[in-house]
């Protein structure tokens, strides 16, 4: 339902407007999971909150529709934050590669009718490209998302997550020549700088304390020997 609610939604209004409401799945994931014992504070929360402005700017959804099709992709947000809770805990009793088996097979299942109402025609560009979307970008890439979040916090992963855009923007530059903005330039550095403050947190190379009501202080702390 995730990935169905993101494409009807990208039919329905322009593709910015539906990745970015999609984009917040991550920051709810952050919220369940909070509730659910993986404990966030407000510097590891501001970091996936200034990540996700980030891929904001990259994005540049700057005019909302309000339409069905928002919400449409709201709901595939709030789907993509219930999917990561669902993953982490998941992961806990189940080998990444058998609870990628087990996900890939039901979907097959679930949407095998399609075949059957969709008039489509496949060649073999179409059929290349099928594969390599199925083998690289679905099996391969969920594999290695859930064996990260057999070892990783749901905040890390999720602050990481908004590297998506930024990638995207990196690869049209190399292969489609397509010039990034200075808006898109900044909101990449934001993202990478939240993860790479987010993974030392992880780490514990940085603890956060708390100074005054008005912000907080980072600290190196020393490593043992």
């Not at 501001?46 to 339409?67: D, E, M, Q, R």
């Not at 995207?168 to 550095?189: E, H």
């Amino acid at each position: 339902m995730n990935w169905i609610a993101l494409f009807y939604a990208v039919l329905l209004v322009p593709v910015a407007e539906a990745v970015m409401l999609y984009y917040t799945g991550p920051l709810l994931a952050v919220v369940i999971m909070h509730f659910l014992g993986e404990r966030t504070n407000w510097a590891r929360l501001g970091l996936a909150a200034a990540a996700f402005i980030g891929a904001v700017a990259v994005i540049k959804p700057f005019n909302i529709s309000g339409s069905a099709g928002a919400l449409i992709a709201l709901a595939s947000g709030v789907l993509y934050g219930l999917l990561i809770v669902t993953n982490k805990l998941a992961v806990k009793s189940l080998p990444p590669i058998r609870l990628v088996f087990y996900q890939t097979a039901i979907v097959a299942i679930v949407t095998a009718p399609f075949l059957f109402t969709t008039k489509f025609h496949l060649t073999v560009g179409g059929i290349t490209i099928v594969l390599a979307a199925a083998l690289v970008n679905t099996l391969f890439a969920l594999y290695l998302w859930y064996n990260a979040l057999k070892k990783i916090s749901v905040n890390l992963a999720s602050v990481l997550s908004y590297l998506d855009p930024v990638f995207a923007t990196a690869f049209a530059y190399f292969f489609l020549g397509q010039i990034p903005s200075a808006t898109t330039l900044l909101g990449g550095a934001l993202i990478i700088s939240s993860g790479v403050f987010a993974a030392l947190l992880e780490t514990g190379a940085l603890s956060c304390k708390f100074v005054n009501r008005w912000g907080w202080a980072f600290h190196p702390v020393r490593q043992p020997v």
